[in-house]
């Protein structure tokens, strides 16, 4: 994983916050892109690890990659990115078609 910057680590954690306190992925949770119809079965992509996971519709989903009971792992499909804002996980996702 590539390293982050000191503003980067700060800007997660707010956007954590966020995400614990509206449940929701920060800013962009009303653009349809990170919206799907239904759970959607997807492969995350971080360094070397594939991990296949169900995303949840609204597309917060709780990380594969850190133990967490809320969830704070942001799934975006259309820009096929995803973005954990508990453990800074990041990478590419592709949806199983
Ligand atoms: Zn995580």
């Given at each position: 994983m590539s390293e982050l910057s000191?503003?980067?680590?700060?800007?997660?954690?707010l956007m954590l916050l966020e995400v614990a306190?509206?449940?929701?992925?920060?800013?962009k949770i009303e653009k349809p892109?990170?919206?799907l119809n239904k759970p959607t079965e997807a492969i995350l992509f971080n360094?070397?690890?594939q991990t296949r996971v169900v995303v949840?519709?609204?597309g917060i989903m709780r990380c594969p990659y850190h133990e967490e009971k809320t969830p704070s792992c942001c799934v975006d499909v259309v820009k096929g990115e995803f973005n954990c804002f508990?453990?800074?996980a990041r990478g590419r996702v592709e949806v199983i078609e």
């Open positions: 000191n503003f980067e680590k700060l800007e997660a954690r306190v509206f449940g929701a992925c920060p800013d892109r990170l919206r360094g070397d690890t949840p519709a609204k508990g453990c800074l």
